[in-house]
């Protein structure tokens, strides 16, 4: 396609013109031509700029030079090529030099489209850089009067450091628009500034640093905006904040903030605040302490990251109901310690909002009442004992007077009845009567001798002796009285402390003893008679009102029988109680065992569960001879612990709560756990070394003997130490214990379980 070109032509032969027209149509070009040969003329047709002029060195009373001054008089940008059939090299130089785009001779007319196009595209540039130029200056100017606009000073620093510009409100502040250097205005001696060559700025980033103006009195908050000039050289925008009267608020709140920090820190209740999103934001030194976490590892965490999962997701949905709610809350709840230790909290909240009144947080006190708490369990279960102890006493006294009238009564029936059998011939059908009503007084006065021993008034004659001499005794008169199925063990403890006590009483209790367990094996099975030393702490007696401390002989009744449920235990000690068909029990038998060792100032304590069998034990008080202490011995040592960490696992809480306080005293860290399952979470929590494992083995979910084959694939090496209220022999029958494992016996003195725990640790 041809390209349409407006074309002024100043010629004054029309040979030459026509020349010019056919070289350029042959480029491509299709001339609209205007062809001037005077000067008027020429102007006249600059009123309407054309494309392009190629104009004649020499013409009538007119040049091309002339007419090249003429257009740029004229403030016009057009190619101007002058063609010529003679002119000189100095000519064609100085032409150029007043701004011709080229000089063509006409001999050499082939290279006018050349040219042409050369000037063209040269104008075109000129004139776009031209626009440029005047847009970017107009786009200074804009951006300089937005500027003056701004309410605080901004001034504009060049590639030499130089202020080349500074707005109204600099000059207004300052008292003057700076002209000088950056550095001689922050009063700085550096030369260049060093902020504007900062190495942020020149990478193009922003920067901001505090400055205090000396001649203003006031601090202000530079800001340093790099600026990329269009020629690619670099500006710096710089703008002052006033921040007087922010910093001096900020100085104030900082001031409130550490008071109120060192206030919350001297406060002993553990205190909190979290943000909106559950993150802690502060805590104080005491809740520090009852984490066990210090401040740096509490802070921008959550619930979720410090407790167990399902304790965490309690508390969180208590913050989120107080968010929408905006109460005042009061609960109580546990609290897991990094120790693994569990306390029990009360705990207050509230929401605490930002400026807008909108929810920014929450803030919350907690009061440790883990003491109060164990003194309500304590008081309870004293309080049950005493309710027990007031009921059986009671009982006592009435058995005590119905025994005594109906043994008056006794002794009459038995002493007439005797006399009348006297009196009658042996064939007489009467005496065969009377036999009948003697024999069942004798049997009458056994139940009373029963309901004597139990309220503690039956007239015994106690002397000092050895239970393991008096069992050995018993045994034959125990074997046939339980019978062939049933397999009767012995295993007395050699050196067992003497007593003080009825020697037929003793007789009487194994035999009640022996017919239950007897009666709960009705399929054959095997009893286990035992005697040992025992020594019985403060700390143990506290928890259960019946017992005293002191040294004890004890002997221990076991049966791999049915067993009891809790319910059951809790009576069989009343008078009359039985779980025997009629006609099969009194309901005695019990109750007369539990008055003999109250009349011998002794214990007696019970452990079953349904299928796992029972185990009764008695501690009869030792005897001392009068004028001899107790001997000095090792076993009046007991060995404390070295901080080592202990996994205490029972399911009574009583007792788990003894066997805690316990080792704590024995110097040990314990972590407790209820229930088998709370044990191996704290196993894979728990941060140490876990050194020993004191585990009960009759539990709910698993027996002792799975949870410590769990646990030590967990954490090999872990030693085990098993505790039950049966007797070793007992547990084994079950199979649950394995021979030759380690294992103590309830209840817990703080002698043998500081002896066993060092024993077993120290072990190599």
């Not at 030693?719 to 070793?728: E, I, N």
Request: proline share 4%; aromatic share 6%.
């Amino acid at each position: 396609m041809s390209a349409p070109l407006d074309l002024l032509i100043v010629e004054d032969n029309p040979d030459d013109a026509q020349l010019m027209l056919l070289h350029l149509t042959e480029e491509g070009y299709t001339p609209q031509w205007r062809r001037v040969e005077t000067k008027e003329d020429y102007l006249e047709a600059l009123r309407e700029p054309p494309d392009l002029i190629l104009a004649d060195w020499a013409l009538t009373g007119f040049s091309g030079l002339e007419a090249l001054n003429l257009l740029k008089a004229a403030g016009l940008y057009i190619p101007f090529i002058l063609v010529s059939g003679s002119i000189g090299e100095e000519t064609a130089v100085e032409a150029m030099r007043e701004g011709a785009s080229d000089y063509i001779l006409k001999d050499r007319m082939g290279r006018l489209g050349i040219s042409v196009r050369r000037a063209l595209d040269e104008t075109r540039l000129r004139r776009e850089r031209i626009a440029a130029d005047e847009t970017l200056r107009t786009e200074r100017r804009l951006f300089r009067e937005i500027l003056d606009q701004f309410p605080y000073g901004i001034y504009i620093v060049n590639k030499d450091y130089g202020i080349e510009f500074a707005n109204k409100a600099l000059a207004r502040d300052f008292g003057e628009t700076p002209s000088c250097k950056c550095h001689e205005f922050l009063h700085e001696r550096h030369d260049p500034c060093p902020w504007c060559e900062n190495r942020k700025v020149l990478e193009g980033q922003t920067v901001e640093r505090p400055w205090h103006s000396h001649k203003t009195g006031k601090d202000y908050k530079l800001v340093a905006i790099p600026l990329k000039n269009p020629e690619g050289s670099l500006s710096t925008l710089v703008v002052f904040h006033d921040i007087t009267g922010r910093r001096k608020a900020e100085e104030e709140l900082m001031e409130q903030k550490a008071f109120l920090s060192t206030l919350i820190d001297c406060v002993p209740i553990p205190i909190f605040y979290k943000d909106i999103e559950g993150r802690y934001m502060g805590v104080n030194k005491a809740y520090e302490d009852l984490s066990g976490c210090s401040r740096g590892e509490l802070i921008g965490k959550t619930i979720m990251d410090i407790q167990p999962q399902e304790a965490a997701a309690f508390h969180h949905q208590v913050d989120l109901d107080l968010i929408r709610d905006g109460n005042i809350v009061h609960y109580e709840s546990d609290y897991l310690r990094l120790s693994g230790e569990n306390r029990n909290l009360a705990i207050s909240k509230t929401v605490f909002r930002d400026a807008n009144g909108s929810p920014a947080g929450i803030v919350a006190a907690l009061l440790d009442i883990t003491q109060r708490k164990e003194s309500e369990v304590e008081a309870r279960m004293l309080q049950t004992q005493l309710a027990q102890a007031q009921k059986m006493e009671a009982v006592g006294r009435l058995a005590g007077g119905v025994a005594h009238d109906f043994n008056n009564m006794l002794s009459t029936i038995l002493g007439f009845t005797e006399l009348a059998m006297v009196k009658l011939d042996r064939a007489n059908p009467l005496y065969a009567d009377l036999q009948e009503v003697y024999k069942a007084g004798k049997r009458s006065s056994e139940i009373v001798r029963q309901l004597m021993a139990f309220a503690r008034r039956q007239p015994v004659s106690p002397r000092v002796l050895n239970i393991n001499e008096t069992m050995e005794g018993m045994l034959k008169m125990l074997r046939r009285l339980i019978g062939e199925d049933i397999d009767l063990a012995w295993k007395p403890q050699a050196g067992l402390w003497q007593v003080m006590t009825d020697p037929s009483q003793l007789d009487q209790i194994m035999a009640n003893l022996c017919v239950n367990a007897r009666d709960a094996l009705p399929q054959g099975g095997k009893i286990t008679i035992e005697t040992r030393n025992v020594s019985l702490d403060e700390g143990y007696c506290a928890m259960n009102e019946r017992f005293e401390p002191g040294s004890f002989a004890m002997l221990a009744v076991s049966d791999n029988g049915c067993g009891m449920d809790r319910e059951t235990i809790e009576k069989i000690f009343e008078p009359f109680f039985t779980t025997k068909e009629i006609g099969k029990g009194t309901g005695l038998g019990l109750s007369t065992v539990y008055g003999i060792v109250k009349q011998s100032r002794g214990f007696i304590n019970v452990y079953s569960e349904p299928g796992k069998g029972t185990t009764f034990k008695i501690y009869l008080p030792r005897h001392i001879e009068e004028g001899k202490g107790p001997e000095a011995s090792r076993e009046d040592e007991v060995p404390v612990g070295h901080g080592e960490t202990i996994l205490l696992v029972e399911d009574e809480d009583a007792v788990l709560d003894v066997a805690k306080r316990i080792l704590q005293r024995l110097e040990y860290k314990t972590l407790a756990a209820r229930r088998p399952d709370d044990a191996i979470g704290l196993a894979l929590s728990y941060p140490g070394d876990i050194h020993l494992l004191l585990t009960d083995v009759i539990m709910p979910q698993m027996n002792g003997k799975e949870l410590a084959q769990r646990l030590k694939a967990l954490r090999p090496g872990l030693k085990v130490l098993f505790m039950s209220g049966y007797t070793a022999d007992a547990i084994a029958l079950h199979g649950v214990l394995d021979e030759g494992v380690e294992f103590i016996q309830k209840p817990l003195s703080r002698q043998e379980l500081g002896r066993k725990i060092r024993e077993i640790i120290t072990k190599e």
